[in-house]
């Protein structure tokens, strides 16, 4: 019984996708003594981690290298080692396409794996972050098509994954857990599943409450986001320090969550998974306005940060074409090498479109690009400062020289606050 292995921890536990999600997910489990196995098409990565060696920031070598020694962790891929799991998390990703649709074809295709390898008694879930009603709609269909009856033979969950990167306080073990069955049986293994291994895990009525629970998360930072990038806008409008009035207004002790402005949205998140609502209520007839409008502003921030650029220039008599621009930040936050979605990547295309010469410095991605397009980060020296004409400053990496910006820098743009107010030589969005 499935119950039985969970309680003594027993069970083993599959993991099909070793990326940002997966891997921190199956060394959690590992930790606490549950064998896992890392299931993976790449295999550079695969032999990368049975080397116990890590490629993802939040895991150190060091912790992954003993569970591989101690056979805890593996990783392959052999797909038909699915059969031997009792419990199969699926973490693929799930990107929109060019018309902001979702793309379902890596779900899709990590379910038929499952589905050729399905036996009696294990319990899948999806933590692919997806639109309401992928579980029951698409998902287990897939499943089913073996022959077995969810409920029956199998059991079926979904719980959004919730993974910020680089985060200092925030894990997988002391981050609450969302997690909804297709019936109450699956919603039961999957919340005593996970119960092993993390603080807090909460189980809702169904798996597209689940769903549900992680785009209203992530919809709700958009908007916010959307809506203090327009206060920005408007302030500049206006005249007046907009990060002045952020902060007089975070003052209030209730009633307001801080949200700060910047050059767009990046991750995987945050710029993908509110379409992935938009998408399911166009379905049903219905628009789905603040995302779409939050997902306009948003969008157009790059374009924004480049007008200052360009404006910044023009006051010092200069063209942007031609001139020389440093990005400081090539990712999409703070301290990660991760540059989907990165609203810089857009910076950098739209400067170079104008004719500008685009460098940048980012300590945790040394090169971007192939072939001719490859750039590699610059070392952030006093003398580069003095080449660029202008720095923008797209990401505030921990260990960065501040002081060393500001004093060799005859010009920057700051979209993400990284210098006090009243730095001169700065302009801030």
């Known amino acids: 019984m499935l119950k039985e292995k969970i309680q003594n921890k027993t069970a083993r536990f599959g993991v099909l996708g070793l990326g940002y999600v997966g891997l921190p997910l199956a060394v959690e489990f590992a930790k606490i003594g549950l064998k896992v196995t890392g299931f993976e098409v790449d295999p550079g990565k695969v032999e990368q981690l049975t080397a116990g060696k890590s490629y993802i920031g939040d895991i150190d070598s060091e912790e992954l290298a003993p569970l ?4 805890l962790f593996t990783a392959t891929t052999d797909f038909d080692e699915l059969a031997e799991m009792d419990i199969i998390s699926i973490c693929v990703p799930t990107p929109l396409s060019k018309t902001r649709d979702p793309d379902m074809t890596y779900v899709v ?3 038929q794996d499952v589905a050729r390898r399905l036996r009696k008694g294990q319990l899948v879930i ?3 972050t997806t639109y309401p009603g992928t579980t029951d709609e698409l998902v287990c269909p897939e499943l089913e098509a073996s022959g077995l009856k969810v409920g029956e033979d199998f059991l079926l969950a ?5 993974v910020d990167p680089s985060n200092p306080t925030y894990g997988i073990k002391n981050t609450p857990k ?3 069955g297709v019936d109450d049986e699956s919603g039961e293994r999957a919340h005593q599943f996970y119960s092993l291994a993390i603080d807090t895990v909460q189980k809702v009525s169904s798996a597209a409450a689940a769903e549900m629970s992680k785009l209203l998360e992530n919809t709700f930072r958009s908007v916010n986001i959307g809506l203090v990038n327009e206060v920005a806008i408007m302030c500049s409008r206006l005249g007046i320090d907009c990060w002045e009035v952020i902060d007089a207004a975070a003052s209030k002790p209730f009633g307001f969550m801080k949200f700060v402005p ?5 991750g995987h998140c945050i710029p993908i998974d509110p379409f992935y609502l938009s998408w399911k209520l166009r379905t049903l007839n219905y628009r789905a306005r603040f995302i779409e409008l939050a997902g306009e502003v948003n969008s157009e921030m790059p374009q924004y940060c480049v007008d200052l650029v360009r404006d910044m220039l023009n006051d010092k008599e200069q063209s ?6 440093l990005l400081l930040g090539l990712a999409y936050k703070n301290d990660v090498a991760d540059t989907r979605e990165s609203p810089a990547i857009d910076i950098m295309k739209l400067l170079e479109a104008r004719g ?13 690009g192939r072939g001719e397009d490859e750039k590699h980060s610059r070392p952030l020296t006093a003398e580069e400062l003095n080449k660029a004409d202008c720095v923008l400053v797209t990401c505030k990496h921990t260990g960065v020289d501040w002081d060393l910006v500001q004093k060799n820098a005859s010009s920057i743009v700051d979209a993400r606050n990284a210098f006090p107010a009243g730095t001169p030589n700065v302009v801030r969005i």
């Open 178 to 180: 969302v997690v909804g």
């Open 158 to 162: 979904f719980s959004p994954e919730r």
């Open 356 to 368: 500008a010469e685009v460098v940048y410095h980012d300590s945790y991605c040394d090169s971007y």
């Open 126 to 128: 999806l933590e692919s």
């Open 68 to 71: 591989v020694r101690e056979g």
């Open 262 to 266: 910047g050059p767009g949205l990046g």
């Open 320 to 325: 942007l074409k031609g001139s020389r621009i």
């Open 109 to 111: 295709r990590a379910t």
